[in-house]
């Protein structure tokens, strides 16, 4: 009788919850003022990096080959031919790196593993790397004795090249295994310390960029097959992950397994056009629910299913490109992950566009959009990041309203700048930092449930196919300098003050950091004027004196020749 009734609690408890569940409101559009106030308590403040972008040693202590490192070896690839393979040498730097840290007094400290780094040919069972393992065991223990808590990703990009090679990477479902069976490896060896773990990061960028439109490695245009053939295995590869961590080790280990989604966000043109409307919805659920959904809701979003599937027929193909999952994966992913993970970094205006099926297959023209920009907005240091905080506080009610209100933490929010010469008073970042987190804080009031924030990214670093040319990071490295040596921007003592106040306390106080952080920053660029000035004077002392030299030499027996012909 008592289970009857339990049951019947239980059945009145989801009706009412499913009842009580909003609708994102596509047409609501609230870009109010400034919100002064603080976080709770138990919110989290860190900052990332990736192994790929920041370690370098890309052939030391036996670490194996990774479709980047042979992607970049590749020419014409990378931003004038760069390579990450010192990049800012953080394998050799982790305890000045980790006074960085210190000194932003984050809570938490996002970085990646890479799998070639511990297996170096991807394949568990063919070797192991007791000098990768050693490196992630002291980095972990270096960040606990300093009482900073290591969120770690497991797949930041940097597939084993030999798995790309015998299997065509994330194209065949075997990866689904050797990922199993590097992430059990990293369970084992690091879970009794690590316990928030992130299976993958932006998954999207992985499937489009490097199946589709071929720019990140391993750099394969399989147009309108590719990415979809990649995320599917990609999805069942973290559900596998969560299940594998789930059986054997949270009861033991008591963390966490999430995956770390990155997306714009898509804002309708017109916003009493149904069709903008829908073209938005199909942008967000094209880059962001394409994953989320199967994970919270059991399989893709129905829209991507009947758009990709209409284009397919209409190219002449019997079934749709976008593949399907049986009913029991459908019961096997949903539900794994224990939280999500939001990247963002900037927004779209949206508008619908009807691309012809005549075109050919592709993941852009099956969504039928066009994205804008407002000419309105400040124009951004780098290419595409324009600031638009409010899209994020947009972004996360949709996270929300259609995920059922998981525990959220930001994982990536920051923006680059496009400089070659030394620049610290990064006034922009200072205005992009504050609106941003501000507008999360505004999320937070409106009840969407986020835990932490992870601004990105620590340093300056390897920024895939822009190679140097964009900075993303707090601190900025010094590339040309053989010591790689890291300098502090402004927006480092302003992203200090909004830890240590734990939010916003009153406009007086906002505005005396963002005084005092241009401050500092000017005296610190006046220090560091001198280096770029050394690197150029090396310049004119190999380069220019030499070939100057080199011309008065021959103009010199041009003249002795002509003078002498003329005595003759």
Excluded at 22 to 30: S, Y
Excluded at 364 to 373: A, G, K
Excluded at 453 to 461: Q, R, V
Aim: with cysteine; net charge neutral; proline share 4%.
């Amino acid at each position: 009788m008592m289970v009857c009734g339990l049951w019947i609690f239980q059945l009145l408890w989801l009706t009412f919850y499913a009842w009580g569940e909003e609708d994102f409101q596509w047409t609501q559009n609230d870009r109010g003022s400034f919100y002064y106030g603080t976080f709770p308590t138990s919110f989290t403040w860190g900052v990332g990096s990736s192994a790929y972008q920041t370690e370098g040693a890309w052939d030391t202590d036996g670490k194996g080959q990774s479709i980047w490192d042979s992607f970049t070896h590749r020419k014409g690839k990378v931003f004038m031919n760069q390579t990450a393979d010192s990049s800012c040498d953080g394998y050799f730097k982790v305890k000045e790196d980790m006074e960085l840290l210190k000194e932003l007094k984050v809570s938490h400290y996002r970085l990646s593993i890479s799998w070639p780094r511990l297996i170096p040919t991807g394949i568990r069972t063919e070797a192991v790397n007791e000098k990768g393992i050693k490196y992630y065991n002291d980095l972990i223990n270096s960040l606990l004795e300093n009482k900073i808590t290591p969120v770690v990703t497991l797949y930041h990009w940097d597939l084993p090249q030999t798995l790309q090679e015998r299997f065509s990477g994330w194209q065949n479902i075997s990866m689904v295994t050797y990922f199993n069976d590097y992430a059990t490896l990293c369970f084992e060896r690091f879970g009794d310390r690590v316990k928030h773990w992130i299976t993958f990061n932006n998954p999207w960028s992985v499937a489009v960029e490097g199946y589709e439109t071929g720019e990140h490695a391993p750099g394969l245009k399989l147009r309108g097959t590719g990415a979809y053939k990649a995320a599917h295995h990609i999805i069942r590869a973290h559900a596998k992950v969560w299940h594998t961590y789930n059986k054997h080790w949270r009861s033991k280990h008591k963390g966490f397994v999430g995956i770390s989604l990155t997306t714009e966000w898509g804002e309708p043109v017109d916003i009493s056009s149904q069709k903008d409307i829908e073209a938005a919805e199909r942008f967000v659920q094209f880059n962001f629910g394409w994953f989320a959904n199967p994970i919270y809701n059991g399989d893709y979003p129905q829209i991507m299913k009947e758009y990709i599937g209409q284009k397919s027929a209409q190219q002449g193909l019997g079934l749709s490109r976008l593949p399907t999952f049986t009913s029991q994966e459908k019961s096997y992913i949903k539900g794994t992950s224990d939280f999500l993970g939001v990247g963002h970094f900037t927004t779209r205006y949206i508008t619908s566009r009807n691309f012809p099926s005549t075109q050919g297959p592709s993941y852009y023209t099956d969504r039928d959009l066009t994205e804008l920009v407002d000419p309105k907005w400040p124009e951004p240091e780098s290419k595409g990041l324009y600031s638009v905080p409010w899209g994020f506080r947009r972004l996360l009610n949709f996270v929300k309203t259609q995920y059922g209100n998981p525990m959220v933490y930001v994982t990536e929010n920051g923006v680059s700048e496009k400089m070659q010469c030394a620049q610290l008073c990064d006034e922009w970042r200072i205005q992009y930092l504050k609106g941003y987190i501000n507008e999360m804080l505004k999320a937070i009031k409106d009840g969407v449930n986020i835990q932490g924030y992870t601004a990105w990214s620590l340093l300056d670093k390897f920024e895939w196919d822009e190679g140097f040319s964009e900075r993303f990071g707090l601190y900025f490295v010094e590339f040309r300098n053989k010591n790689k040596p890291r300098y502090p921007k402004a927006s480092v003592q302003f992203y200090k003050k909004i830890i240590s106040a734990n939010g916003f306390p009153n406009h007086r106080e906002v505005e005396n950091w963002h005084r005092k952080s241009t401050e500092t920053c000017s005296t610190t660029n006046q220090l560091l004027a001198a280096d770029p000035l050394i690197t150029h004077m090396e310049m004119v002392t190999e380069i220019v004196v030499p070939t100057v030299f080199t011309l008065c030499i021959l103009i010199s027996a041009v003249l002795l020749m002509i003078l002498l012909r003329r005595q003759s």
